[in-house]
């Protein structure tokens, strides 16, 4: 049964974008006017509260969509009130923005409301790399948006998007230098991935090519492991370095199977009720959402309790992800049962994954592999 000092994660979904990239399938929908919709988050969270019972809230992570479509008026509210219904205690509060609608006011507005970090979408320093990936913000737009956030916030994470369709290895170092000259503690790093349903696999089915192969991929991908090794990164999960001291903890919550909220539309959840696990998945669209909170007091739509083996596979799963792995005891106890060993010690002996001690961890090897290593694992 969890107690008041575990630490709850808050995930706040904010659907709308300027405009809609040709590569994304997260839940997104064009910017419109919609007066519902912070109402129905703010009673969604008190809804929240009542299941979850007391706890300490360890991040607040506003993503999207574009959260910085929000006022600070707006992201303020949020703030305040996750303060007031939970124990509050100095949590990372993070927001993704868009290099595009950068506003020193807003930023400013939104550190003032207890911001600690911000998330920029910058995906490219390179006007034709940006302009390919459908962005509408161009390279001076992105350093100026980087440099903004650096003076604003105590600690600023960078997405970059490798892998489309003509990148080589010295546009990706030039993109790297450049976020790494300015300053930036945290980079996030992701291959371009071709999402069903997307502009992008329509064009691929066209046979229209928008991202390199798989070896080349696998080049990109080495090179910027090198060089932010080099530049004293820690490569801590599969897609995310950081300097010491300034790994996202809110994502860190999902790696590690720490408990968290999922509010807004079609936002997920995972959270530990008396002593089972729930999957809660929010309304998926801003008017479903809001209608069900106006007509129920809540936004979940489907709430499914994980069976032991359901939620051990997912911990090993996330876990395997990050540097520190997972604990060998902990899997055992949700599991009821080991990791198979003969499995496990051959893992171990093709260099694949690690143990110290109670925790199993995969090697930078066993990271490449990481579909093929788990599968090996709950196979066995
Ligand atoms: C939820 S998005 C929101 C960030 C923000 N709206 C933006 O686009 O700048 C988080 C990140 O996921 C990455 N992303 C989204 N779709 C992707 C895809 N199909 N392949 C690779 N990366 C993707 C992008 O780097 C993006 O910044
Ligand atoms: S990548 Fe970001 S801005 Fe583009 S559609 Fe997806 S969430 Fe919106």
């Known amino acids: 049964m969890p107690q008041i000092n575990d630490p709850l994660a808050v995930y706040i979904h904010w659907p709308y974008c300027a405009r809609i990239c040709p590569y994304c399938d997260f839940n997104v929908y064009k910017r419109k006017a919609d007066d519902a919709l912070l109402p129905a988050i703010l009673s969604d969270l ?6 979850t019972g007391p706890r300490t809230i360890s991040s607040i992570h506003f993503g999207g969509g574009t959260p910085s479509l929000m006022t600070p008026a707006q992201v ?47 995906q490219s320093f390179h006007d034709p790399a940006l302009k390919f990936l459908g962005r509408d913000h161009d390279g001076t737009t992105a350093q100026a948006a980087l440099d903004m956030a650096l003076d ?33 503690q945290h980079i996030s790093t992701y291959q371009l991935t071709i999402e069903d349903g997307t502009a992008f696999a329509k064009a691929e089915d066209r046979g229209q090519s928008r991202a390199v192969d798989a070896d080349q991929s696998a080049d990109l991908y080495d090179h910027v492991c090198a060089i932010l090794k080099a530049a004293g990164f820690e490569h801590y999960e599969v897609s995310n370095f950081a300097k010491p001291s300034h790994r ?23 959270v530990t009720l008396g002593n089972k696990r729930q999957a809660t998945i929010a309304h998926l669209t ?68 690690r143990r110290v001690d109670d925790r199993l961890c995969a090697t930078s090897n066993g990271r490449l592999l990481l579909n093929a290593v788990t599968e090996r694992l709950l196979l066995a």
């Open 152 to 184: 604003i916030f105590p600690s600023v994470s960078t997405d970059l998007i490798f892998g489309w369709a003509g990148q080589t290895l010295d546009m990706l170092s030039d993109d790297l230098t450049r976020i790494l000259d300015a300053g930036t």
């Open 286 to 353: 801003p008017g479903g959402y809001t209608r069900a909170v106006t007509e129920t007091g809540s936004g979940i739509d489907s709430c499914d309790t994980l069976t032991g083996a359901d939620w051990a596979t997912e911990y090993l799963l996330m876990g395997l992800r990050i540097d520190e792995g997972i604990s060998l005891t902990r899997y055992r106890n949700l599991s009821g049962k080991d990791l198979d060993r003969d499995e496990l010690n051959a893992l171990i002996g093709d260099g694949l994954l």
């Open 46 to 51: 008190k809804h929240w509260r009542e299941l």
């Open 76 to 122: 303020s509210q949020v703030i305040d009130i996750v303060a007031e219904l939970w124990t509050f205690y100095a949590p990372e509060i993070a927001l993704e923005a868009n290099p595009h609608e950068m506003n020193a006011e807003d930023w400013r507005g939104y550190r003032a409301a207890g911001l600690t970090r911000l998330s920029l979408g910058l």
């Open 248 to 270: 996202s903890k809110h994502n860190l919550a999902y790696w590690q199977g720490i408990d968290y909220v999922g509010v807004g539309p079609g936002a997920h959840g995972r």
